[in-house]
């Protein structure tokens, strides 16, 4: 199809806000699918996976093609990549509008604008695109049209009357969207038809069959089944496998034309020989030089992986290796423990992230897994004047060698109703952070913002603030800067052994609230053993908290009636000596909920 007659966009929105549920009608509305699609009782056909359509978000950007008769009489193709709203997946957000000229901004009319609204918006405008706003949700009762729509005009700075008021569910409108993206979205930029090629690889998945599958956008050159492939960055050398669009469905075509969006079967085996940012150009004309192609991830969360069974570890890395090429996000590498022998310490965007990535090894990849805290990166300045990056606590190497100790800081931004403002003012003085400023947005919200350490975001702060406001709040947030604070590492001792998968670095004002609490949670968790397990927690070499989970005891007097009571206490001297024995020889099992008693720290 000509160039001329082609548009890519995205729908971004906040979690929530109807965004797959658009794209389901849009797809219904252009005969990509049909109704018979929807008769299996599933919505949001571009959620594929279970997780998505068990949690109700979107966690993969997914591309799929229509055709559409526009009102001019021309017939379009509409190359939509779907896009998730959840702030953890803003990476696979950013790579998806990369590879537009245009996104759909859709705000819940129950609703408003809220953080993570603002911060896809304003992704958009720094990739150039062209904005087409949607109120969606007007069908529902509590839906407040004309102020949503004020809001939404007043933001992008346009006419209300190009504000479009659609109902995804009742499909209401719906037609408006499609023409608006026709009508606004510009077209892609012509190329010279003999231009080499240039495909920007956006995503991509694993096939056993057919290898790794790109997904591609087409900057200029074509590509078919004749078309030797190279890839720019790796250098690796292929031939196409497939060559096909998503309709929605993975379709083959017989090539893919400047500007249009499809996927690429490489045929390859290897996760490093295709990286999604690539650049695929023809291998008998190459171009000059490729696409700027991508920003790394830069992780936020780190937490540790580990086989339950030790001989499952080269499994466990076969997985990580597939599941990173469908999720770029994810980083990984391999580490070692005294307590759970081998495995990888991951880097996630959040906690939400490192969940779905847990949920996906153990259901995608049949991966039983032993997880550890989530923790944060530190940066370190020696007495020698060297700057060092710590990942997990128990790397902190010996005090006296630490002249500071830097720690991740966010800006978070907090959109709530004006009745909750004394609630998220107390959630976030417990969390040491600084408030910075609030902003009115109308006569019912405000949006404030503060800095927050990171450490005190990573285990409940969403989940307490939406608690506090009752669903209310929204919050997105973005890496602000490293700053010197006070900390120290909390060693967790079990048998007066040193756990090293479960110490923390806490503020040394927090050290011992957070220590005796953790060995607390840690006393439920331990099953009792035959012999008394002292759990301790301490800093250097000072105990702060001490408790004790009783051995199981055996009823040795019962065999002993009458007599003199030295025969009692003979008996009784015995068994205390067997413990004591048993105590200094014995290995105390550490279950998983031990490992994870961090992540309940802050209940009250």
């Known amino acids: 199809m000509d160039s001329k007659h082609i548009r890519n966009f995205s729908i971004v929105a906040h979690i929530d806000h109807g965004k797959s549920t658009l794209a389901d009608r849009l797809l219904e509305l252009t005969g990509t699918v049909t109704s018979r699609d929807f008769s299996g009782g599933q919505a949001q056909l571009l959620d594929t996976m279970d997780l998505e359509q068990e949690k109700g978000v979107t966690i993969k950007a997914s591309a799929v093609q229509m055709r559409w008769q526009a009102a001019d009489g021309e017939t379009y193709e509409l190359n939509l990549i779907d896009t998730p709203g959840h702030v ?94 026709v009508d606004h979205v510009p077209p892609p930029p012509e190329t010279d038809a003999d231009a080499p090629l240039k495909a920007l690889v956006f995503d991509s998945h694993y096939d056993v069959y057919k290898g790794v599958i790109a997904y591609v956008r087409l900057q200029q050159g074509r590509v078919d089944m004749d078309t030797p492939l190279l890839m720019m960055v790796t250098q690796a050398k292929t031939e196409p496998v497939e060559v096909g669009v998503f309709a929605p469905g993975m379709t083959p075509v017989k090539e893919l034309a400047p500007g249009e969006v499809g996927y690429i079967a490489t045929g390859f085996k290897s996760v490093r020989e295709a990286r999604v940012g690539d650049t695929i150009t023809d291998a008998r004309n190459p171009a000059a030089e490729p696409l700027p192609g991508y920003q790394p991830a830069k992780p936020m969360v780190f937490a540790s992986l580990y086989p339950s069974e030790p001989d499952d570890y080269e499994n466990l890395r076969t997985a990580l290796e597939k599941l990173q090429l469908n999720d770029a996000a994810l980083t990984y590498q391999p580490e070692t423990s005294q307590a759970l022998k081998f495995g990888f310490r991951c880097g996630f965007l959040g906690l939400f992230h490192m969940v779905i990535v847990q949920e996906r090894l153990e259901r995608e990849y049949e991966q039983d897994l032993v997880v550890t805290a989530p923790s944060v990166a530190y940066e370190l300045l020696m007495t020698s004047g060297e700057e060092v990056v710590i990942h997990r606590p128990s790397d902190l190497p010996d005090p006296a060698l630490i002249q500071e100790i830097r720690e991740p800081w966010m800006k978070v931004q907090v959109i709530t109703p004006t009745d909750y403002i004394g609630a998220v003012m107390e959630i976030f003085r417990r969390k040491r952070a600084d408030f910075l400023l609030t902003e009115t947005l109308d006569q019912q919200r405000v949006m404030m913002t503060f800095d927050v350490p990171l450490a005190e975001m990573v285990i409940d ?24 604070d006070d900390l120290v590492k909390v060693d967790v001792l079990v048998n007066k052994e040193p756990v090293d998968a479960l110490a923390i670095i806490v503020h040394r004002d927090k050290a011992y609230e957070k220590g005796s609490l953790l060995i607390r949670k840690m006393k439920d968790a331990i099953p009792r053993q035959m012999f008394e397990v002292p759990i301790q927690a301490a800093v250097g070499g000072k105990v702060l908290a001490r408790v004790n989970v009783k051995a199981l005891r055996k009823d040795v007097l019962s065999k002993c009636y009458g007599g003199d009571v030295s025969r009692k206490r003979k008996l009784l001297e015995k068994q205390k000596a067997g413990k004591k024995r048993m105590k200094m020889l014995g290995n105390v099992v550490i279950p998983q909920d031990a490992f994870l008693a961090m992540l309940r720290l802050d209940e009250d």
């Open 461 to 484: 702060l969403h989940d307490r603030l939406k608690s506090a406001t009752r669903g209310y709040a929204s919050m997105d947030y973005a890496f602000d800067s490293y700053r010197v």
């Open 88 to 181: 953890d997946f803003g990476y696979e957000v950013s790579r998806a509008l990369a590879a537009c000229e245009g996104a759909v901004l859709v705000v819940d009319a129950t609703q408003g604008i809220e953080a993570q609204t603002l911060a896809n918006l304003y992704l958009a405008l720094e990739n150039d695109l062209e904005v087409v706003p949607v109120i969606n949700k007007i069908d529902l009762a509590t839906a407040e049209v004309a102020k949503v729509t004020a809001e939404v005009a007043e933001l992008l700075g346009v006419p209300e009357e190009e504000v479009i008021a659609v109902s995804a569910k009742e499909g209401t409108n719906v037609a408006a969207v499609l023409q608006a993206v």
